[in-house]
Each structure stands twice: as structure tokens, then as C-alpha cells.
């Protein structure tokens, strides 16, 4: 496998990976899939979210979380008081893995080989974005991300020390509770999803406050301008 080292661009900005990842071949996944989907979001975001792979209608649509599991991840942070315009969302790997039954192309996990060849596009994202939060949806990228020892299930919700940014949190897949099998277990992890995710938008919330912008810079001595509330 050759990976996508040699298919990023040797200037590195958002609009460049993204046009870059479009010629991709670093695996076999860029044979079967419709188009590569690169992540959404502002250079300037303080949260990015980060999940396994785009889905069918990620695939057809060409961007991140649009489909099903996207519409609830919408919900969850909304919840968390985090508008998504204001996020950096994507995959770790970034072209769809399915298998074909009919008509319908189902889900296929990432190998580690597979998620391995995609990292480099991550890891340029994450140093482009230098996300003050990042947010691991589900196990796979949580094993990508955070280990293969990690558990989502019993470490989700909480900040993690990484050294992917100041602030980390893993959480399950907006998918696997679209997945769970009767109504009740679906509204329980939606509850425990949700609440997951308004941790994250307390830690949102309270960025500016633990490092205030005007702290960083060296305050003018012959400005009028004065902190911000006060
Ligand atoms: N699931 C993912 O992990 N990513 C998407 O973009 C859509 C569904
Ligand atoms: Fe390249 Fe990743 Fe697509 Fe594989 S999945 S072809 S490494 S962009």
C-alpha cells in the first residue's frame, strides 16, 4: 500500500488538500467509491469532529456528515449550544469502504492498513485547524486517534489528555445509535450521546475565558482599548 503521503501538495492549505485528496490512490478504497470527501469547516474552527468514514450519501454528496448519522450529529450539537458552521468536521479515512447487496451499498469498517494510508490527510487538517477541542466519534477513529487499548464505551464524555489539542473528547458513533435495535436502547443512546455532547459545549464555552485572546498579546501601552468586559 502506498499510502497518501505522496499525493498531498507541497503547499499546504485547505483548499489544496482538498483538491489533492480528489487524486488520491494511496489505497484501493478510491476505486469503488464515487468521489474522496475531505472535511467541512473554517480554517479559524475551535472544534473539530472527527469520524470513520464518509457514508452513502457522503459519498454521493461529496461532503462529511450529511446523511443520516449527520443529521443527528447536528442534533447533538445543538444541544451542546455549538453551532456546526462554527466546526471542523471529518473523517479519518476519507473515501466510502461498502460492500454491494442490490441495490443498497452497506457500510464496510476501514482496516487499520486502510485508516494507516488515509492518516496523512488528517494529520494535515489537524495541523492546519489547530482545533482547540476535538471531538473522536466512535471506535475507529478512536483506535486511529487515541490507541487500540481505548475504549469509547468506558472513557466517553470526558476530556482526554492527547496531544491532538488542548481539549479532547472520544464519544460513540452518531451512527451506532441510528443502529441500536428498539426504540427505548435508541433513546438511551441518543440521551447518552447528547449528553456527551454538552460536555463538549461546556468546554466550548469556556475557552475564551480560561484563554483569553487579549492575554496573548502584548497589551498596547498607549491603547484605550480595554479587556472585553470590563
Ligand atoms: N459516518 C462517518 O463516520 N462519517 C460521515 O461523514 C458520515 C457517516
Ligand atoms: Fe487515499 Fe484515503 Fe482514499 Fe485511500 S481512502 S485512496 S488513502 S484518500
Redesign the pocket.
Known amino acids: 500500500m502506498r499510502?497518501?503521503g505522496e499525493?498531498l501538495p507541497e503547499r499546504i492549505t485547505l483548499p489544496t488538500l482538498r483538491a489533492a485528496?480528489a487524486t488520491?490512490?494511496?489505497?484501493?478504497?478510491?476505486l469503488h467509491?464515487t468521489q474522496?470527501v475531505f472535511g467541512e469547516g473554517e480554517v479559524s474552527a475551535r472544534v473539530m469532529l472527527i469520524g470513520e468514514?464518509p457514508g452513502d450519501s457522503e459519498d454521493l454528496a461529496g461532503k462529511p456528515f450529511v446523511g443520516p448519522a449527520g443529521r443527528l450529529l447536528d442534533e447533538a450539537l445543538a444541544a451542546g449550544g455549538i453551532p456546526r458552521d462554527r466546526t471542523y468536521v471529518t473523517n479519518v479515512?476519507?473515501?466510502f469502504?461498502f460492500t454491494q447487496r442490490g441495490k443498497r451499498r452497506i457500510h464496510d469498517k476501514?482496516t487499520r492498513y486502510?485508516v494507516e494510508?488515509?492518516r496523512?490527510?488528517l494529520t494535515a487538517e489537524l495541523e492546519l485547524v489547530a482545533p482547540d477541542i476535538v471531538v473522536v466519534l466512535g471506535a475507529t477513529a478512536a483506535q486511529a486517534l487515541l490507541g487500540r487499548a481505548f475504549r469509547v464505551t468506558k472513557a466517553r464524555g470526558v476530556e482526554l489528555e492527547t496531544s491532538l489539542a488542548r481539549h479532547t473528547f472520544a464519544t460513540v458513533h452518531p451512527a451506532s445509535v441510528l443502529r441500536s435495535p428498539d426504540e427505548e436502547l435508541r433513546r438511551e443512546a441518543r440521551d447518552a450521546l447528547f449528553a456527551d455532547l454538552r460536555a463538549v459545549g461546556e468546554c466550548y464555552h469556556r475557552l475564551d475565558e480560561r484563554h483569553p485572546i487579549t492575554a496573548t498579546a502584548d497589551p498596547p501601552s498607549n491603547s484605550s482599548a480595554s479587556p472585553s468586559g470590563t
Open positions: 499510502g497518501a499525493f485528496v488520491c490512490r494511496g489505497c484501493p478504497l478510491y467509491a474522496a468514514q479515512v476519507k473515501h469502504k476501514p486502510e494510508a488515509c496523512p490527510w
